[in-house]
């Protein structure tokens, strides 16, 4: 790409963060039907998942756990307990009530207008009562529902986040798809951008319970959307994934770590 073409690109990306003062009717404006609240369950394997006070909690000072907040690329073989998964989507996506005649949900994330437009979606590789394979969150029931078995999982998931094969060593990876006309519906053209700061609600949220689990993560932006939609079945239209983090256990040894990012003190940054 010329110089030329990058900097209009950079412009027109930029344009696209500004709020825009637009005159149009939105379709809830216009009456038209509300899209559902989640998505229809297609498969009949449903898993319920533990109560969020199972969940062992290791770090219950609010301070200390926005201290302890940071993005782990190494994690151990360790199993994750089906508790600490069940309390991370709850964290992240969970809902704690509806609004009118399943007009919003109100869920432990912030989002713009209660709209909630993403759809969690699991790999799981080394779960505690889970084969592995790919799920869907049911955040409604609080309950997963199973979708399909995965061949060549560690590849698969290394090749949808551009080869980041760290990621892939996590006992789960998390998609989170932008379910798009759910929020067009009310928002119209400005969706998508109020989309994107709603995504961030839901990463730091998950960050947060991963730091009071002793779990880690690391949100990802650097992914393949041709890939995470293929991998998950969706059509890339209508409902794409926007962001993604792998989710696993960690080890009190901090070496690990520290010797990924070697590249740092070895370039001098």
């Known amino acids: 790409m010329k110089k030329v073409e990058l900097i209009n690109m950079?412009?027109?990306h930029r344009a696209f963060m500004k709020y825009q003062d637009i005159d149009f009717e939105s379709d809830q404006e216009l009456k038209l039907q509300q899209p559902p609240l989640t998505k229809p369950?297609?498969?009949k394997l449903i898993i319920d998942l533990p109560k969020i006070s199972d969940a062992k909690i290791v770090n219950s000072d609010i301070t200390k756990v926005f201290y302890e907040r940071r993005s782990h690329r190494v994690y151990t073989d360790e199993v994750m307990s089906l508790a600490q998964l069940s309390y991370a989507l709850w964290a992240s996506q969970g809902v704690k009530e509806i609004r009118g005649k399943s007009y919003a949900t109100i869920r432990t994330v912030a989002s713009g207008g209660a709209r909630h437009p993403f759809e969690t979606y699991i790999v799981?590789?080394?779960?505690?009562g889970l084969k592995p394979g790919v799920y869907m969150y049911l955040p409604l029931t609080h309950q997963l529902t199973f979708l399909k078995e995965l061949e060549d999982m560690q590849q698969v998931v290394s090749e949808s986040v551009c080869g980041q094969v760290w990621a892939s060593k996590a006992n789960v990876m998390l998609y989170w798809s932008f379910v798009a006309y759910r929020a067009e519906w009310r928002y119209g053209p400005e969706a998508q951008?109020?989309?994107l700061i709603d995504a961030g609600h839901v990463g730091q949220n998950l960050?947060?319970?991963c730091s009071a689990l002793g779990l880690g993560t690391c949100g990802i932006a650097a992914f393949d959307n041709e890939k995470c939609n293929t991998l998950l079945d969706l059509d890339g239209d209508e409902e794409f994934v926007v962001y993604c983090a792998p989710?696993?256990?960690?080890?009190?040894?901090?070496?690990?770590?520290?010797d990924f990012y070697a590249f740092v003190k070895e370039q001098g940054l």
């Open 247 to 258: 989710v696993g256990t960690i080890g009190s040894d901090e070496k690990a770590e520290q």
């Open 41 to 43: 369950i297609v498969s």
């Open 10 to 12: 950079i412009k027109t």
């Open 124 to 128: 799981v590789r080394n779960c505690e």
């Open 207 to 209: 960050y947060l319970a």
């Open 193 to 195: 951008r109020v989309a």
